[in-house]
Structures are given as C-alpha cells and as structure tokens.
C-alpha cells in the first residue's frame, strides 16, 4: 500500500525525464506523499513547475535554499530522514557513477547518500553508454550496497536508434515501487548459493550429454530469495534467463565446472539450493574436433565415467550452513529422498515427483514433499514453481526464528 507513504522522486538530466510526470502522477493516485528532487540538468528537459502541480509540493533543486524557515539551510537531511523509499527515475550514468562511487555535488547526490530509506533505480540512456564497461561496474557497486536496480527495456530510443537503454514502462515502474515498500526482508543478510538448469558434459566441440532441466525451479528460487532481501548468487547452466540486478548470476556448463564454483564460495555463504540437475556421467574422452559419422559403422560406442555427487562433495565440508537438495524421482519418491537425506548430510531435500506430465521437467508445476532430519515429511499440493519457492523461504525463515 502507498498510502501515506513518503516517497521522494530524483529525477536526473535525460531525454527520459518526461517519464516521470506518469510516475508522480500514478504516486498521487495511490495516496503517497511525493517529494520531487531535479538535477539542474532534468530541468532543461521538464519545468520544476509541472512537477510541483502534480505532487503538491514546490520541487528541491538547490542544496543551499532552504524552502522554509524550518529547514535550517539543510534539505538533504531533512528529505533523507522523511523519505520511506527513494527512487532515482530516470537515472543516468552520471548519477549511477556518483552514487557508486560516493560522489555528493548536489541536492539529489547529498540526500541519497545520507538517506537510509531503501532506493530504487531505473536506469535509461543509449545502449552505448549502458554498455560501456565502467558504467556496468557502477550498477555492479550499486547492487552490492543493497540498491535496486531496475533493467531498462530495449527499443526505440530517442536518437533513432534501437537497443537496450529504454526506461523501463510504467507497469513495471509501479510493481518495483509497489515490492519495495511491500518489501519482506526476512533474508536480509543471508548470502544465498542457489543452482539451476541441467550440466552438460561434452562428447565434442558440438555434442553434448544432458538433462531435460529447465532450471525454472532454481531461477524461481534465487527470484524468491532475492525478493526476501536475500544476497544471492545463481549458479547456472541456463542462458539470458530474466532476472532482477540484484542476483549475482555465475555462468557454468558442465558438472565440475559447477563444482569448482561452489568450492570457491561455499566457506561464505549461509545457505545451498542445488536445485540443478547434474548429469550422473561424462564422456571418458572428449573429442578436439566433431565426430564424424562413418557410413560403414552402424553403432558408436561412448565409454562414460561417473560425475562427482556435488552436494555430497560441498556439504561434508558444512560448518554452519544450511544445505538442501532435490531429489526428482519417478518412483519410491519417499525411500530415494530420505536415502540423500542422510548419504548427502543435507539439511532438507526437496522430493520432485516427476512421474505425471502436470509436474517437474520443463513444466510450470512441481509436487513437493520435503523431508528433513528433524520432523516427519510434509506434502505440499501441486503448486506452481515460484509458489513452491516462497513457501520453502517461508519455511526456512520460520525454521531460524
């Protein structure tokens, strides 16, 4: 709800800065109290004027003009101790770059800085710009202090070209504000290892052994997590998956690729979701060049090895953390999972029942039964993935209290 809500709009110096006014407009639809800050730049694009008519309240652009005699020359910090959320709309590479890196020249840089309200920012510019290597440095500062970072869209830009820069729409606009002030923060200060998607293990340059994961299951878990407030890292098979900014996403193929990337960041992490599907065996050999197929040889032989079991390998190093695992079974769904319970030393293992079309592999459903070595199983009702998602966050918040 943002009734009554003290929301202060930044608007920074772009094309995208007549956006806004939708935005402010939409705030004082829904009943919140809206404190507009301009850029001496944004206003060259908008007048101060028509956002004031629409938020009620004369616009901040000067550090140094109190607006009344109760301000005492110090607006930033009266605004920052007022705001309950701070969003920057649009937000340009030059107030990203100043925000990551500590830089205070102006009202909106010096209020953001001192406020301790949660921050929402919606960046837009050319897809140069938004590509270029320090300003995606910058948004990586910026998610790793706990700010909000909201992906543009692609599109039609202002100079005519297409590409990835446009701010994003108003509906998406409105749900980010709408989750920030709703925010559960539950995993606040929990960094979160979640794994998603099938490995592949290669036969040669082109050919591969895999899975039929999608990894939906893993992405809607580390969403969930992040949502939570959780610090999470995806480890993942799965390509351009949608995201949010705020997950660290680790690109990985095959099973000890995986591995390897857990390794290096399990000793520092609270809690493991292998929710990915490891591939069991891996070619022998793999071939420098394709394999070639000979018209003369009716059948090929591939000599396989075992892969390393990854839970088991990372949770006999545990320590304090909290270690779950899935087990998809098509049959003996109870003895399969309860058997990696114990043999995998997890904390819970989540059982997929995989053996009707409507759940698991490649579907938007799962059947859940969690076990643990603390309490006797509980079945959860066909649910969709992020459904089951929250309720094992649920379940793990409810598990620490």
Not at 3 to 9: F, L, T, Y
Not at 348 to 371: C, E, K, P, Y
């Amino acid at each position: 709800m943002l009734e009554s809500k003290h929301i202060a709009v930044f608007v920074t110096g772009g094309i995208a800065s007549y956006k806004a006014l939708n935005v402010v407009r939409e705030l004082i639809k829904n009943r919140a109290d809206v404190q507009v800050v301009m850029t001496e730049s944004a206003t060259k694009f908008v007048t101060p004027l028509t956002f004031a008519t629409l938020s009620k309240h004369p616009v901040l652009t000067d550090n140094f003009v109190a607006q009344s005699s109760e301000d005492d020359f110090i607006p930033h910090i009266k605004l920052a101790r007022w705001a309950d959320l701070s969003v920057v709309i649009p937000a340009t590479a030059d107030v990203i770059g100043k925000m990551a890196n500590g830089i205070a020249d102006d009202l909106t840089t010096t209020t953001l800085m001192a406020t301790d309200s949660p921050k929402l920012v919606f960046p837009a510019m050319n897809t140069s710009m938004w590509n270029y290597p320090p300003v995606q440095k910058n948004l990586e500062t910026l998610v790793n202090i706990g700010v909000k970072v909201v992906q543009p869209d692609s599109g039609f830009l202002a100079e005519g070209e297409t590409g990835k820069g446009r701010l994003a729409d108003l509906p998406e606009i409105m749900k980010h504000i709408n989750n920030a002030i709703d925010s559960d923060d539950s995993l606040a200060g929990q960094d979160i290892i979640v794994t998603a998607g099938g490995t592949k293990e290669p036969i040669d340059p082109v050919r591969y052994i895999g899975n039929r994961s999608s990894g939906k299951m893993g992405i809607a878990l580390a969403k969930s997590a992040a949502n939570k407030g959780g610090n999470v890292t995806l480890i993942t098979t799965v390509k351009n998956a949608e995201l949010s900014s705020n997950i660290k996403v680790v690109q990985v193929d095959s099973a000890e690729e995986m591995l390897t990337e857990l390794q290096a960041r399990f000793a520092k992490t609270n809690v493991l979701v292998m929710a990915a599907a490891i591939s069991d065996f891996k070619p022998v050999h793999v071939s420098d060049q394709k394999i070639k197929k000979n018209d003369n040889q009716e059948t090929y032989t591939i000599e396989l090895t075992k892969n390393p079991d990854i839970l088991k390998t990372v949770a006999k190093d545990k320590k304090e953390q909290f270690v779950v695992g899935f087990a998809a079974e098509t049959q003996n769904l109870l003895a399969n999972a309860e058997k990696k319970l114990i043999s995998k030393n997890a904390d819970v293992i989540l059982a997929n029942d995989v053996s009707q079309s409507d759940a698991g592999f490649n579907v938007d459903t799962n059947r859940i039964t969690l076990l643990s070595k603390s309490s006797d199983p509980q079945k959860w009702e066909l649910m969709t993935k992020q459904q089951v998602a929250d309720k094992f966050w649920d379940y793990y918040v409810a598990l620490k209290k």
